[in-house]
């Protein structure tokens, strides 16, 4: 299984850095409000996901949430005045009493994230950069803070090769799955800052699949149309709910984390897994149950779920995704950061915004491990009450994301309408 995303936001005015982001000193009591940071976080996904599955509702859909937050996070550190509080309110910072505490939050999540990986089988990996033109005077305690993030590069003299490094940076950083982020032009002399977030996560199924129980079945995208699919199946013991305020199926399929399979092989919870949201087939029950989706609903019913034995059937696939987010963001609340009126002292003296934002992500599921995946039962909601087994067969459209349990977080999302667009 591989997800991989990329979130980039271009700068085309000059930057000089000043120094307000130090007027704040860390402080080791901020560290205690990381989970905060991706309370809000779960908010702000499933924001994201109800703006783009409403701008195109016959379409699938798959995006990080995660890596959107991250590279608007960066933004934030750099904003004052109303572009720090437009940003604040829709990234859902309201927990915090400084930027400080926000950045001391995001630093320590980074180190566990980092620490974590080393030690599973579970790949997750999340890298931000902020790249400045060489010319840019920056602040010591900037330099100090985001000593990771910042690269300085030659975008007056030599754009092309600043376009290329980037591309190659987040080739790097996804494993070579997203190529050539950046088209030519994208990058020129005016470029002064480029803020990105890459994100790559590949996992197995703590319960594989057996490659000789895929077979072709079909995928209702109504009553009366349907395609066939690759569907893999098998039966196995699953965290799940019926949940009564969604009116949905929730499934959890747990990533392996350990390196003794001995020891996981009976679990139904890891560090990581994939949920899946499945409505009942009726006309409108996806729409339905996505008005109901939220952040304490979602929580509460991942809180709520139950061991229990589950014939599990959901289609192979994998494909690709590229958003253009200005339109989006702007749905959400965020359009600050794209006027000329927008303030980055913590970043630069100078008039600066942004021209543009890109978002590129990529799934790929299959028998080994997945990155989206879903199940489905053909009755109404009211009469599909789990009768042991139960069968979630995955054949019409359904909601999926990936969960981090550890830090709460929704690392990427979306939701499967129509195989027809899709590679089998």
């Known amino acids: 299984m591989k997800l991989l995303s990329l979130s980039l936001f271009l700068v085309l005015l000059p930057a000089f850095l000043s120094a307000e982001l130090c007027s704040v000193k860390p402080d080791n009591k901020f560290l ?30 798959f995006f990080s949430p995660y890596s959107t937050y991250h590279a608007l996070l960066l933004a934030y550190f750099g904003a004052t005045g109303e572009t720090e509080q437009q940003l604040s309110s829709v990234l859902y910072l309201d927990w915090a009493e400084s930027k400080e505490m926000v950045r001391s939050a995001y630093s320590l999540e980074k180190r566990n994230r980092e620490t974590r990986s080393r030690k599973s089988p ?30 300085k590069l030659d975008f007056k003299g030599k754009p092309e090769e600043s376009r290329i490094q980037i591309n ?17 032009g994208d990058i020129d002399a005016r470029t002064q800052l480029a803020l990105a977030n890459a994100a790559y996560f590949k996992g197995q199924w703590i319960s594989k699949f057996e ?3 895929t077979a072709q079945k079909p995928f209702y995208t109504s009553s009366t ?19 009564e305020q969604l009116r949905a199926h929730v499934l959890q399929m747990p990533y392996r984390t350990s390196y003794n399979e001995a020891e996981e092989d009976e679990e139904t919870n890891s560090n990581m897994s994939m949920v899946v949201v499945l409505p009942p087939f009726n006309s409108g029950s996806l729409e339905d149950v996505l008005s ?26 994998e494909f690709e995704q ?19 009126t927008a303030t980055f002292h913590d970043f630069t003296d100078g008039s600066v915004s942004f021209g543009d934002a890109k978002h590129v992500a990529k799934i790929k599921v299959d028998e080994e491990g997945s990155t989206a995946a879903a199940a489905t039962v053909l009755v109404s909601y009211r009469s599909a009450r789990p009768i ?24 990427f999302t979306g939701i499967y309408r129509d195989p027809k667009t899709i590679k089998q």
Not at 34 to 45: E, M, T, V
Not at 174 to 182: G, R, V
Not at 397 to 407: Q, R
């Open 292 to 317: 109901r989706l939220n952040a304490k609903t979602l929580e509460e019913s991942l809180d709520n779920a139950m061991p229990r034995e589950i014939e599990v059937s959901i289609p192979k696939f």
């Open 322 to 340: 590229r958003l253009e987010l200005v339109p989006i963001l702007a749905k959400m609340g965020i359009t600050k950061i794209f006027e000329p």
């Open 122 to 151: 579970l790949e997750f990996s999340s890298a931000d950069r902020m790249y400045f033109c060489q010319e840019t005077i920056l602040a010591s305690c900037l330099e100090t803070r985001f000593s990771d993030e910042i690269v």
């Open 168 to 184: 190659d940076w987040i080739a790097s950083e996804t494993h070579n799955q997203i190529k050539d982020m950046l088209a030519p």
């Open 32 to 61: 205690g409000k990381r989970l905060n940071l991706y309370r809000g976080q779960q908010n702000f996904a499933v924001s994201m996901l109800d703006v783009i599955r409403t701008s195109t509702p016959n379409d699938n859909v």
């Open 388 to 411: 042991e087994p139960t069968k979630f067969e995955c054949n019409h459209p359904f909601v999926f994301l990936i969960w981090d349990h550890a830090s709460k977080a929704i690392l």
């Open 211 to 213: 490659v000789n129980n």
């Open 225 to 243: 149309n349907a395609s066939f699919v690759p569907m893999m199946h098998q039966k196995g013991t699953f965290l799940h709910n019926v949940d």
